[in-house]
């Protein structure tokens, strides 16, 4: 007979009694408990205090499908994780780009599926070069359901003005991809990383996201789901940038630094300053910078 243990918010809990429910298992409400999960050959009991403990025989199989572990009996490594399966993960890129768009995607995926991207070498797009992100993002989607959302310089320039705050802008951008995903999936549950006050998404969602529980956090591309919705947003960014240098004839870099600074001269002196608006953001420095220049 097995044991296994680990500690869990207890407001994840309802999500797990949800998706047991598909295996063959008769429940009960024993004292200090949320609930227990009891089937032929093992049993999951979720206490108030946040502790879950699995006992039985065989549970390695049950430990890895639900709390994405390899069982050990000496060691139990913590779940880098941030929900159960299924859930939404919501990234975006681009924000921090002069040039290019503001890309927002979402990544709906099950367990199985996130351990698949897993073993193909997903994670936070950050940490891949573009190749690997291209190909990857293919891979994302043949194996979930997602949904991008792509802001052209123009549109952003506009929408900045309407909402003055680059936070509001992306908490909008993230809430419209979260309300397509739960049309498309029916899902309850979604992750995304936190960019400021954790009410703007959630403020912005319209009567089917709000049927959501959605978590926030710092650094959420830990989990699978978000790390493969940064790799969609990224890939469609590095697709967009790259047409938009092969219509111009001037190659657009990435980021806000020196040579952005060069380029944009560069794009000013062949197309004039008016221009600039169509390939940029125009609410950052650089741009009143090129004006002066």
């Known amino acids: 007979m097995g044991t296994y243990s680990k500690k869990i918010e207890p407001e994840f809990f309802i999500h ?3 998706i047991l429910k598909q295996e063959d298992c008769v429940f009960s409400v024993p004292q200090y408990t949320f609930f227990k ?13 946040g502790k879950v403990v699995v006992q039985g025989k ?22 880098s994780e941030i929900a159960p399966y299924p859930h939404i993960g919501t990234d975006e890129s681009g924000k921090g780009d002069f040039f290019g768009p503001l890309v927002t995607a979402g990544c709906y995926l099950t367990y199985e599926n996130a351990m698949k991207m897993k ?4 994670q936070d797009s950050k940490k891949l070069d573009d190749k690997k992100i291209l190909r990857l993002a293919e891979q994302i989607k043949e194996n979930s359901v997602f949904d991008i959302v792509v802001i052209g310089c123009k549109k952003y320039n506009e929408l900045y003005l309407k ?8 908490a909008w951008a993230h809430a419209t991809v979260i309300e397509n995903l739960v049309k498309k999936t029916g899902a309850t549950l979604g992750v995304s990383d936190q960019f400021g ?12 996201g709000k049927q959501i529980k959605l978590i926030q956090q710092p650094r959420a591309e830990a989990d699978m789901a978000v790390a493969c919705a940064s790799i969609l947003a990224r890939s469609e960014f590095v697709k967009r940038i790259s047409k938009m240098s092969l219509e111009y004839g001037i190659n657009f870099p990435k980021g806000a630094g020196e040579n952005v600074l060069i380029q944009g001269k560069k794009f000013v002196e062949q197309f004039g300053y008016e221009e600039l608006a169509s390939v ?14």
């Not at 639900?66 to 913590?78: G, H, L």
């Not at 909402?163 to 992306?170: T, V």
């Not at 006050?197 to 089917?208: A, G």
């Open 16 to 18: 797990y009694r949800d």
């Open 37 to 49: 999960a009891k089937s032929k050959d093992w049993e999951v009991t979720f206490y108030k205090s």
């Open 58 to 79: 065989n549970i390695e199989d049950i430990v890895k499908k639900y709390f994405n572990e390899n069982f050990s009996s000496a060691k139990i490594v913590e779940n």
């Open 119 to 122: 073993s193909l070498g997903a």
């Open 163 to 170: 909402f003055n705050n680059l936070n509001k802008m992306l």
């Open 197 to 208: 006050d954790e009410n703007l998404i959630l403020n912005s969602l319209k009567q089917n």
């Open 280 to 293: 940029s953001k125009t609410h950052f420095k650089t741009y009143n910078s090129l004006k002066s220049m």
